[in-house]
């Protein structure tokens, strides 16, 4: 009996306990501010890859990738483009990536995320800095950590130490400051044609990886396969960058 | 085998990369065994038993798992690399000769130190046997081209003497993580400022303003009176310059150089994630 009443005592703050915690849950699932992607989002990794290896049916191909994920998220009004380059052939001159994507500042989908000390973190990539234009800028390095490339849901990239797949490798066919290869080596995939023979200059969205930190020129794959890539390390995701 | 982890997830990254991922799901799985062990609490063993791994390299390099507590007051050059050599000499690496990487600045009777010059050669290797540089021309990235690279110091391989990652920005978020009191008591709070007192290219800060707490022997704090500069270094303000070994923070991620601190006390370098801890390179 003296159970019983105990019992009958407790319960209710069980079910209070249980109802707080239920509408806790819930208050946290509902979508603010800081849950859906910003409008400001200049800057994404494409959170899915076109999935033909290193054909993206060329620049127009990804180009057109980028635009419809990010339209998909709301920020289809921006023209975006993929940061690739390709290289020179006869009668046809080279394209640098970073010349495609406008002067930025460029901010990723969490751009107005406010810490919880009323912080504005990530601060935007800054085309000098991304490229490391002079020395200090390149030894100093840019805010483009794992953490800021985040897809166009504002979703991590999985990369070494997270689950498998490991999907950092992304594809831009570029050097160490944006520009395409001038040597007669593939590193575009025959300029974003090939599902087969050839290789692709890939960065690493986490900076991790082939004993440097290069987001946009860590190592070349061979072979230029949807399994060729994934064999390195990547889906072919790649960078997309709104131009205005 | 996987080193062990004091709790923190520790992927292992053998530095190269994509092809080895049957290895890493090998290493998950021990490092959930490593992960029951740290609970029962036999953890530490095996991590001293373990560094420099079985066929490995030897540790060259380590951050150093605790601070000396006082601030930017760290009894000079001579003090640090006598906190380096400690806790190398407590794992079992004490047979080096360790030197802090610090920098300090021109006095009318001294000149200044470049903690470049300070580190031997390399290469330097972390406590899994993973090159971190292969020399100080790549360590600090001195051409354009080693620069726009990078060296291989990230969040995984910026280990400490016992082999555990050093909690970085986005670990364990709490509003009270800039508060000492609490951060001294909870081990995996974001503590990854690192001292350098140097430049981005490990060299000593040649302006005036104090960039290494006062060479390293103060634990003072600007006069509650002063006007606010930030983090950047200014007239009679106590400050030291810092880096990152997670490479995520003060929007550029550089692992020696990326801003001031608040102060030279304890408290002040908690305020914006430090607590004092150093980079400790084997000179040979």
């Not at chain 1, 390095?141 to 997270?162: A, P, Q, R």
């Not at chain 2, 530095?15 to 530490?44: C, M, N, P, T, W």
């Amino acid at each position: 009996m003296r159970k019983i009443i105990r019992w009958v005592l407790i319960s209710p703050l069980l079910v209070l306990t249980a109802l707080n915690t239920a509408f806790t849950q819930d208050s946290e699932n509902m979508p603010d501010s800081q849950d859906i992607p910003s409008s400001l989002m200049t800057f994404f990794v494409t959170s899915e890859p076109i999935g033909d290896g290193g054909n993206l049916g060329g620049l127009e191909g990804a180009d057109g990738h980028c635009q419809a994920l990010a339209a998909a998220v709301g920020a289809g009004d921006k023209t975006w483009r993929a940061y690739l380059s390709t290289q020179a052939r006869p009668g046809q001159p080279a394209v640098n990536a970073r010349d495609r994507i406008g002067s930025g500042p460029w901010f990723h989908s969490r751009a107005r995320l406010i810490d919880y000390l009323g912080r504005q973190l990530n601060r935007p990539i800054i085309q000098s800095q991304i490229h490391g234009d002079t020395l200090v800028e390149a030894q100093r390095g840019s805010n483009m950590t794992k953490e800021f490339s985040l897809t166009e849901h504002g979703e991590l990239v999985n990369g070494i130490g997270d689950p498998l797949p490991n999907r950092h490798d992304i594809l831009t066919g570029s050097q160490t400051d944006g520009r395409a290869f001038t040597d007669s080596e593939d590193r575009t995939c025959n300029n974003w044609t090939s599902n087969d023979e050839g290789s692709a200059q890939v960065g690493h969205s986490d900076r991790v990886g082939n004993g440097n930190m290069s987001w946009n020129s860590s190592h070349a794959t061979t072979g230029c396969s949807q399994n060729d890539l994934v064999s390195w390390g990547g889906v072919g995701l790649f960078y997309c960058f709104a131009v205005d | 085998m996987s080193c062990g982890v004091n709790g923190l997830r520790r992927p292992i990254t053998s530095g190269h990369d994509g092809r080895d991922d049957q290895l890493e799901v090998h290493v998950k799985k021990f490092s959930i065994l490593a992960a029951i062990l740290a609970l029962s609490g036999l953890q530490s063993s095996v991590a001293i038993a373990q560094h420099g791994m079985p066929g490995g390299t030897p540790m060259t390099f380590f951050v150093t798992s605790e601070p000396i507590g006082d601030g930017g007051n760290l009894g000079g050059l001579a003090g640090a690399d006598a906190h380096c050599q400690n806790l190398a000499g407590i794992v079992g690496a004490g047979d080096r000769i360790w030197h802090a990487y610090l920098s300090t600045q021109a006095r009318s009777d001294q000149p200044a130190v470049n903690a470049r010059d300070r580190i031997g050669t390399g290469p330097w290797y972390n406590f899994d046997g993973v090159m971190i540089a292969r020399d100080v021309a790549h360590l600090h990235g001195d051409t354009l081209e080693l620069a726009r690279l990078g060296n291989n110091l990230t969040k995984q391989s910026g280990l400490t003497e016992k082999g555990q990652i050093v909690p970085g920005l986005n670990d364990y978020k709490h509003p009270r993580d800039g508060d000492w009191e609490y951060v001294r008591t909870t081990p995996y709070s974001n503590r990854h400022e690192v001292l350098t007192g140097s430049q981005t290219d490990g060299r000593a800060f040649s302006e005036e303003f104090d960039y290494t707490c006062d060479n390293w022997t103060s634990n003072g704090d600007p006069d509650p009176g002063q006007p606010p500069t930030g983090l950047a270094a200014g007239p009679g303000r106590p400050n030291a310059q810092i880096g990152f070994p997670d490479r995520n923070g003060g929007g550029d991620g550089s692992w020696n150089s990326s801003h001031g601190t608040r102060g030279c006390s304890q408290t002040s370098l908690v305020r914006t994630h430090g607590v004092g801890k150093l980079y400790c390179f084997a000179t040979n």
